[in-house]
């Protein structure tokens, strides 16, 4: 007897040691599989205040893990069923439908190695209560690879994905997502309205403009708030007033709700770009277009309004509301280009050279692009490791591979524990450089303040440039590393941001074919290709005569660029290219300024053609041409044609 008491008392010692009281250890570890194991990536509103159980909320929330073995098991409750698509190693989406309790997400075991899985919420009505995964003995979780960028739309059944074939999956907010490879939100419910207090199709009339702050959907009016904290997203899109038509909403009164809304998300997301629609069936587009534009005349110079018009046709509809799968499609297929500039970071895969760098698990080189944001266990970030005891300076440069264009540059400081904004450069400046050998300063600061734990965005004018340098030439003291010297960030991003894509053109005329049309102008597409021509004019062929075309960028934006990109299908490299034309700009589009004016231009060969003025705040843009060339393929007519335009 005895002898069991001491052994017993033996093992709680030995446990004591190894996991003190107030050690922090969880239940979960990495690995394990369980809701809390780090390995798992939640994307969207998740409740994780039970750590046995996390539940999502709104359609499309997912997670995503890899995993070893051959085997793998999903756990949920077993008091409830839930509706959910289940994706292994990038396959086809298998929908579980009322799934409960252990669900064998193998039954056919998978080969060896390493496995990728994604498991969705496949409507507004299911919550995922996710319990954990039961892998093969001796396997373990993996973290999946980041994807780094997110998005969140904002909406209602159109952006659910109500009709369509998978729900939320079919949604032009899920495929936008994954057309673009970044992690993806919708805060979105079938029937609601943007304004407050009105019984749209949505139950307990609560609108939009109340509900997006809440953890839970409308089905839940005692929601807690949600934690705006847990993921800041590069781009926020909002799809709303369908219903706020259908229930007579006054368009005074939704105006002013969408001003306060808008408003209110920016206050949540303070670097976010948003972007508004108009709704795919042009409702309460007059209001919607006149809050964005309050909101820009008041300072927000990250809101756009995105015009929709002619983005779906009446065959692209179940019902005349609802976009078929295809329709969906659609949408995806216009919208992710607009949305590319802003979450495409160009310091992704770069190569990074430095003064001096300090390596170990948590600290690298090659953590400093790596797409984690937040100094996580494995990856802190990029720290200096030179003249530790002296203030001195230190660098850090990204090489982009080949000239890119670029004017934003995103510093994320280290924020582990105890060191959030330590190391973050007093004095520093950012350069660039198209050889690595010649700099230009864009940006100065001084005697910058600690930053907390927020990205800190710079922006300079636009350049097309290889090489990005950040240089600190008075460093900060860390006072809980000895009050050494360093320079360090936990992740650096650099961005160029085309302000033509998805503005709405408006032209002289515009000839239109399989492989012309003027929504071709600013498809992205910088070369004629088949399909993709670009954009050419149709009037008067036959005499030379003044054609023009316009860009509205949906609110005013702070340019200073714009590239014309000749033509360049076989044999018609740079034809139709203007002799003489002017690129002006307007922030009403009826006063217009010229910023560029060329006479006798040569005939470009097949390179961008590039224009630069001084920066200014507009929202239209027109290149106009007073002195057309004739194309001896085409009969010699007189024609004006750009394979793109883009504008930053």
Same mark, same amino acid.
């Given at each position: 007897?005895?002898?069991?008491?001491?052994?017993?008392?033996?093992?709680?010692?030995?446990?004591?040691?190894?996991?003190?009281?107030?050690?922090?250890?969880?239940?979960?570890?990495?690995?394990?599989?369980?809701?809390?194991? @780090?390995?798992?990536?939640?994307?969207?509103?998740?409740?994780?205040?039970?750590?046995?159980?996390?539940?999502?909320?709104?359609?499309?929330?997912?997670?995503?893990?890899?995993?070893?073995?051959?085997?793998?098991? %999903?756990? =949920?409750?077993?008091?409830?069923?839930?509706?959910?698509?289940?994706? %292994?190693?990038?396959?086809?989406?298998?929908?579980?439908?009322?799934?409960?309790?252990?669900?064998?997400?193998?039954?056919?075991?998978?080969?060896?190695?390493?496995?990728? %899985?994604?498991?969705?919420?496949?409507?507004?009505?299911?919550?995922?209560?996710?319990?954990?995964?039961?892998?093969?003995?001796?396997? @373990?979780?993996?973290?999946?690879?980041?994807?780094?960028?997110? /998005?969140?739309? /904002?909406?209602?059944? /159109?952006?659910?994905?109500?009709?369509?074939?998978?729900?939320?999956?079919?949604?032009?907010?899920?495929?936008?997502?994954?057309?673009?490879?970044?992690?993806?939100?919708?805060?979105?419910?079938?029937?609601?309205?943007?304004?407050?207090?009105?019984?749209?199709?949505?139950?307990?009339?609560?609108?939009?403009?109340?509900?997006?702050?809440?953890?839970?959907?409308?089905?839940?009016?005692?929601?807690?708030?949600?934690?705006?904290?847990?993921?800041?997203?590069?781009?926020?899109?909002?799809?709303?007033?369908?219903?706020?038509?259908?229930?007579?909403?006054?368009?005074?009164?939704?105006?002013?709700?969408?001003?306060?809304?808008?408003?209110? =998300?920016?206050?949540?997301?303070?670097?976010?770009?948003?972007?508004?629609?108009?709704?795919?069936?042009?409702?309460?587009? +007059?209001?919607?277009?006149?809050?964005?534009?309050?909101?820009?005349?008041?300072?927000?110079?990250?809101?756009?309004?995105?015009?929709?018009?002619?983005?779906?046709?009446?065959?692209?509809?179940?019902?005349?509301?609802?976009?078929?799968?295809?329709?969906?499609?659609?949408?995806?297929?216009?919208?992710?280009?607009?949305?590319?500039?802003?979450?495409?970071?160009?310091?992704?895969?770069?190569?990074?050279?430095?003064?001096?760098?300090?390596?170990?698990?948590?600290?690298? @080189?090659?953590?400093?692009?790596?797409?984690?944001?937040?100094?996580?266990?494995?990856?802190?970030?990029?720290?200096?490791?030179?003249?530790? +005891?002296?203030?001195?300076?230190?660098?850090?440069?990204?090489?982009?591979?080949?000239?890119?264009?670029?004017?934003?540059?995103?510093?994320?400081?280290?924020?582990?524990?105890?060191?959030?904004?330590?190391?973050?450069?007093?004095?520093?400046?950012?350069?660039?450089?198209?050889?690595?050998?010649?700099?230009?300063?864009?940006?100065?600061?001084?005697?910058?303040?600690?930053?907390?734990?927020?990205?800190?965005?710079?922006?300079?004018?636009?350049?097309?440039?290889?090489?990005?340098?950040?240089?600190?030439?008075?460093?900060?003291?860390?006072?809980?590393?000895?009050?050494?010297?360093?320079?360090?960030?936990?992740?650096?991003?650099?961005?160029?941001?085309?302000?033509?894509?998805?503005?709405?053109?408006?032209?002289?005329?515009?000839?239109?074919?399989?492989?012309? @049309?003027?929504?071709?102008?600013?498809?992205?597409?910088?070369?004629?290709?088949?399909?993709?021509?670009?954009? +050419?004019?149709?009037?008067?062929?036959?005499?030379?005569?003044?054609?023009? =075309?316009?860009?509205?960028?949906?609110?005013?934006?702070?340019?200073?660029?714009?590239?014309?990109?000749?033509?360049?299908?076989?044999?018609?490299?740079?034809?139709?290219?203007?002799?003489?034309?002017?690129?002006?700009?307007?922030?009403?589009?009826?006063?217009?300024?010229?910023?560029?004016?060329?006479?006798?231009?040569?005939?470009?060969?097949?390179?961008?053609?590039?224009?630069?003025?001084?920066?200014?705040?507009?929202?239209?843009?027109?290149?106009?041409?007073?002195?057309?060339?004739?194309?001896?393929?085409?009969?010699?007519?007189?024609?004006?044609?750009?394979?793109?335009?883009?504008?930053?």
């Amino acid at each position: 007897m005895w002898r069991r008491i001491c052994n017993l008392l033996l093992m709680i010692c030995l446990f004591l040691i190894f996991y003190p009281i107030g050690s922090g250890v969880s239940l979960g570890a990495a690995g394990d599989g369980n809701p809390s194991d @780090s390995n798992i990536q939640y994307i969207g509103r998740w409740d994780k205040s039970i750590s046995s159980q996390y539940n999502s909320y709104w359609a499309g929330a997912y997670f995503r893990v890899n995993f070893t073995g051959t085997t793998i098991k %999903l756990k =949920v409750s077993s008091s409830n069923t839930v509706n959910l698509y289940v994706q %292994l190693d990038n396959g086809a989406q298998t929908l579980y439908s009322n799934a409960s309790g252990t669900v064998n997400l193998t039954p056919s075991p998978l080969s060896g190695g390493t496995h990728t %899985l994604l498991v969705a919420s496949r409507d507004i009505t299911d919550t995922i209560r996710f319990q954990g995964l039961i892998l093969d003995e001796g396997a @373990s979780t993996q973290a999946p690879n980041l994807r780094g960028q997110q /998005i969140e739309f /904002i909406g209602d059944s /159109i952006t659910v994905g109500y009709k369509a074939s998978k729900i939320a999956l079919s949604s032009y907010a899920w495929k936008t997502g994954e057309q673009l490879n970044v992690d993806h939100m919708q805060i979105a419910y079938t029937g609601i309205c943007l304004h407050d207090n009105v019984s749209c199709y949505s139950p307990n009339a609560i609108g939009m403009s109340r509900q997006f702050f809440k953890l839970q959907t409308v089905d839940n009016p005692t929601s807690p708030d949600w934690n705006f904290n847990v993921y800041q997203p590069a781009a926020v899109v909002i799809n709303l007033g369908t219903n706020d038509q259908v229930f007579n909403v006054a368009d005074s009164d939704f105006q002013s709700s969408y001003i306060t809304f808008l408003q209110n =998300v920016r206050v949540k997301y303070p670097l976010a770009e948003i972007f508004v629609l108009r709704t795919f069936g042009g409702f309460k587009s +007059t209001p919607t277009q006149a809050a964005v534009s309050i909101r820009s005349s008041a300072g927000d110079t990250r809101i756009h309004y995105v015009d929709t018009t002619g983005w779906l046709a009446s065959s692209d509809y179940v019902d005349g509301t609802h976009p078929t799968d295809a329709g969906h499609q659609k949408v995806a297929n216009r919208l992710a280009p607009i949305l590319k500039p802003y979450v495409q970071n160009l310091a992704a895969g770069a190569l990074s050279t430095f003064s001096s760098s300090y390596e170990s698990s948590n600290w690298s @080189s090659a953590n400093l692009n790596d797409g984690q944001r937040n100094s996580v266990n494995g990856s802190y970030g990029w720290t200096s490791n030179n003249t530790l +005891t002296a203030n001195h300076t230190e660098y850090v440069t990204l090489d982009l591979g080949s000239n890119q264009i670029v004017n934003t540059v995103n510093l994320y400081p280290r924020n582990d524990s105890g060191d959030v904004g330590q190391n973050f450069p007093i004095d520093f400046t950012i350069q660039t450089s198209v050889d690595g050998v010649n700099w230009t300063t864009k940006v100065t600061r001084t005697g910058y303040a600690l930053p907390g734990n927020v990205v800190q965005s710079f922006d300079f004018p636009t350049a097309s440039v290889r090489y990005v340098k950040v240089e600190g030439t008075n460093l900060r003291q860390n006072p809980n590393d000895a009050n050494q010297y360093r320079m360090a960030f936990a992740e650096m991003e650099i961005y160029g941001v085309n302000h033509a894509s998805g503005a709405y053109a408006t032209f002289s005329s515009a000839y239109e074919s399989s492989n012309w @049309s003027y929504t071709k102008l600013n498809d992205g597409q910088r070369n004629s290709v088949s399909g993709s021509y670009g954009w +050419t004019t149709n009037n008067s062929l036959t005499t030379n005569h003044t054609e023009y =075309v316009t860009l509205d960028l949906g609110s005013n934006q702070t340019v200073d660029t714009v590239n014309l990109y000749p033509r360049n299908d076989a044999g018609q490299v740079g034809k139709n290219f203007p002799i003489d034309f002017t690129i002006q700009t307007s922030t009403d589009g009826v006063s217009w300024t010229t910023r560029v004016t060329q006479t006798g231009y040569a005939l470009p060969g097949n390179a961008v053609q590039s224009f630069g003025f001084g920066s200014a705040s507009v929202r239209y843009v027109k290149v106009e041409g007073t002195n057309l060339r004739q194309n001896a393929s085409d009969a010699n007519q007189y024609r004006m044609a750009f394979a793109e335009i883009e504008v930053y």
